[in-house]
């Protein structure tokens, strides 16, 4: 069955950085586009970052172009978002998802809280 | 940058139909997808490419698309519909994704 793991999350001071990791299993990871997708507290989603299968095309929300970068391991089936100059407003569950189509994936989501 | 405009609360006593409105002015070349998000849960996708139901979405489930709007609605809503509800699409070029900003569905 379909997997996703996220790991990495925590409480990180402002201006600090962390590093999510997105475990996937049960599926072809390496043919498909992921997501990360995150929800401050009480708030809606907000699309955070796409990579595309291989690689070679990542694209950004205004909110997080500069200071996070989207990456992935085929090799390891993983998925990652380095965040770096973290912000009290970058606080938020963060969920790696395959979607597009009608398999569509999330994971159990890694909460961040960037507090000093 | 792009948005998706849904208002933000929709009320229906159970058995009515609710609609749930999405507008972006990209929509008429873009896909839209609906997810329902319970609380403390992760999203669940309900509709995808306008008004595709994924396996194991009850019917009652429909989604359809005109010019800049995308509709989600539930005929005969039940009280366990009750949820947030966001459309996800793209912008023109495809590379940026956008989140409406969520529907509050009350179903009592």
Redesign the interface.
Same mark, same amino acid.
């Given at each position: 069955q379909v997997q996703l793991v996220e790991s990495g999350g925590g409480v990180v001071q402002p201006g600090g950085s962390l590093r999510l990791s997105c475990a996937a299993s049960g599926f072809t990871f390496s043919s498909y586009g992921m997501?990360w997708?995150r929800q401050a507290p009480g708030k809606?989603?907000?699309?955070v970052a796409?990579i595309r299968y291989d690689g070679s095309?990542k694209?950004y @929300?205004?909110s997080v172009k500069g200071r996070f970068t989207i990456s992935r391991d085929n090799s390891k089936n993983t998925l990652y978002l380095q965040m770096n100059s973290l912000r009290a407003e970058d606080t938020a569950v963060y969920?790696c998802a395959k979607?597009?189509? @009608?398999e569509?994936y999330? &994971?159990? &989501?890694t909460l961040v809280t960037v507090s000093s | 940058?792009y948005e998706l405009t849904q208002p933000p609360s929709v009320s229906v006593s159970p058995g009515q139909t609710a609609r749930i409105t999405c507008s972006g002015d990209a929509l008429p070349k873009k896909y839209a =997808?609906w =997810?329902q998000?319970k609380s403390g849960q992760?999203?669940v996708?309900v509709i995808?490419?306008d008004s595709?139901r994924?396996?194991g979405i009850p019917e009652r489930f429909s989604g359809s698309s005109s010019g800049t709007m995308a509709t989600l609605t539930i005929s005969g809503a039940q009280v366990e519909d009750e949820a947030?509800y =966001?459309c =996800?699409s793209t912008d023109s070029s495809g590379?940026?994704?956008?989140?409406?900003?969520?529907t509050k569905l009350t179903v009592l």
């Amino acid at each position: 069955q379909v997997q996703l793991v996220e790991s990495g999350g925590g409480v990180v001071q402002p201006g600090g950085s962390l590093r999510l990791s997105c475990a996937a299993s049960g599926f072809t990871f390496s043919s498909y586009g992921m997501h990360w997708v995150r929800q401050a507290p009480g708030k809606g989603l907000e699309w955070v970052a796409f990579i595309r299968y291989d690689g070679s095309n990542k694209y950004y @929300a205004d909110s997080v172009k500069g200071r996070f970068t989207i990456s992935r391991d085929n090799s390891k089936n993983t998925l990652y978002l380095q965040m770096n100059s973290l912000r009290a407003e970058d606080t938020a569950v963060y969920y790696c998802a395959k979607v597009g189509g @009608a398999e569509d994936y999330w &994971g159990q &989501g890694t909460l961040v809280t960037v507090s000093s | 940058s792009y948005e998706l405009t849904q208002p933000p609360s929709v009320s229906v006593s159970p058995g009515q139909t609710a609609r749930i409105t999405c507008s972006g002015d990209a929509l008429p070349k873009k896909y839209a =997808y609906w =997810y329902q998000q319970k609380s403390g849960q992760a999203p669940v996708l309900v509709i995808y490419e306008d008004s595709k139901r994924p396996s194991g979405i009850p019917e009652r489930f429909s989604g359809s698309s005109s010019g800049t709007m995308a509709t989600l609605t539930i005929s005969g809503a039940q009280v366990e519909d009750e949820a947030d509800y =966001y459309c =996800y699409s793209t912008d023109s070029s495809g590379n940026l994704w956008v989140f409406g900003g969520g529907t509050k569905l009350t179903v009592l």
